[in-house]
């Protein structure tokens, strides 16, 4: 027999067959559990789970319930068939934001895949681009209200309250103005951005406890991630995790409401409801044995996309989607040649002669400013030279009879480099 653990307050759980999700009805200011156990659904005032853990609710006083920060079903819906639920999805998103082509299928798969992402080990970003009155907002309030536990933050917001939340309710983070005003807020949302796209790499942060000591503590950040920005992440890693929708590329503004009317909430009320349902239907199957893959992606395109491509059952939907992710990593490749990496390899080739083993850094800078030189702010100094050889080449720099040398790459090792940076 089990031993019994002491009650815990959560958003939900899942075991095997087992998934239980929290209710908020904001009519009667109550929290419950929605229960699919063995595929009988029920309402629950609190779950014992297989583990001897018994979980209660998040109370309904919750100051992010009760203020719509984050938004959940309040019951559970039914709908006809997947296609159709789809199809609602999509007439919903349409009827209050116009989104570029090509974009509509993604974001309408993106808000299934929100509800099921426990259940893959990793994730796409959705990001909305464009300068202010483009849409990006309205699309992040549209979709953003039918995702998963969706947790509403702007760039106005302290890094800390969403490291807690997204560890207590799991579910997906929304957030407006992403590229942050100030360098240490860049930092700390770099740390969501950069672990919270792959199952197993929480936060790791110091807690203050009663006793005035700092225990770490591992926050869950892993989940969806809906993103509004008007700049680009300097990071190219974070900017390969997004499927972006330029929206100030859209021609036309279609018969969107100026302000979202007072029946939208309840549109989306129900939808999530749906959703609900829909989770409880596909969860306990996951995870799959294996996700789709492309031939016309990268390791990493195929990487982000798996999720997504296995929710679909629509070939041309899927070819829309790869084509827009492969567009994306064109653009990226671009952005990659013009990075300063990408002009001191050009000057680096220039030195690569036959039988040639190491050659000054020096004449390599010499090179790099004559050929590239109106391209950086002030004269790149051989120190920066040498220490992009070193961190982003990972070749070997050394002194030699006073000059500092680098040793030229092989062959092999100058083919990666060329598919990486250009050359």
């Known amino acids: 027999m089990k031993s019994a653990k002491s009650a815990i307050e959560g958003a939900g759980a899942v075991f095997d067959r087992l998934v239980v999700e929290l209710i908020f009805d904001p009519d009667t200011s109550t929290t419950k559990f929605a229960v ?3 595929g009988e659904v029920d309402i629950r005032d609190s779950v014992a789970l297989p583990d001897g853990t018994h979980l209660n609710p998040i109370p309904a006083t919750n100051n992010l319930l009760r203020h719509g920060v984050v938004r959940l079903p309040t019951g559970i819906g039914d709908y006809e068939t997947l296609a159709s639920l789809r199809a609602d999805l999509a007439t919903f ?45 309205r699309a992040l309030n549209v ?4 995702l998963y536990k969706p947790l509403f933050a702007s760039g106005a917001t302290t890094i800390s309250p969403l490291f807690h939340t997204l560890d207590l309710f799991q579910g997906s983070l929304v957030l407006d103005e992403a590229d942050f005003r100030f360098s240490d807020e860049r930092a700390e949302i770099a740390k969501i951005l950069n672990n919270g796209n792959q199952r197993g790499f929480p936060v790791l942060r110091s807690v203050a406890t009663p006793q005035k000591t700092y225990d770490p503590r591992a926050f ?19 900017e390969s995790r997004c499927l972006t929708a330029r929206m100030d590329m859209v021609t036309e503004a279609g018969n969107n409401p100026v302000t979202l009317p007072p029946q939208f909430e309840g549109e989306a009320i129900t939808l999530r409801n749906q959703l609900l349902r829909f989770r409880f239907h596909t969860r306990p199957h996951l995870p799959l044995p294996s996700v789709p893959t492309s031939p016309l992606l990268s390791g990493r395109g195929n990487q982000m996309l798996g999720a997504l491509l296995s929710l679909i059952d629509d070939d041309p939907v899927k070819a829309d989607i790869i084509a827009q992710l492969r567009d994306e990593e064109h653009a990226r490749g671009s ?3 013009e990075d300063s990496a990408a002009l001191v390899l050009d ?4 030195h690569i002669k036959d039988g040639a083993k190491q050659v000054p850094i020096a004449a390599i800078r010499t090179t790099l400013i004559a050929t590239h030189g109106a391209e950086f702010e002030r004269p790149p ?9 070193r961190t982003r080449f990972g070749l070997c720099t050394f002194k030699s009879h006073g000059t500092y040398q680098v040793t030229l790459p092989t062959a092999e090792a100058l083919d990666r480099l060329r598919g990486r940076f250009g050359g």
């Open 347 to 350: 000057a680096l080739l220039a």
């Open 381 to 389: 100094t051989a120190r920066y030279v040498g220490s992009i050889l």
């Open 335 to 337: 952005a990659r040649l």
């Open 93 to 137: 998103i349409d009827r209050y934001v116009t989104l570029p082509p090509r974009f509509l299928p993604i974001a309408v798969h993106y808000v299934l895949l929100s509800w099921v992402y426990d259940g893959f080990n990793e994730l796409p970003y959705l990001r909305f681009f464009g300068d202010y009155g483009s849409g990006k907002t």
């Open 143 to 146: 979709i953003g209200s039918l």
């Open 36 to 38: 699919a156990d063995q």
């Open 220 to 238: 869950h950040v892993f989940g969806p991630k809906l993103l509004a920005m008007r700049g680009h992440f300097s990071d190219l890693a974070i």
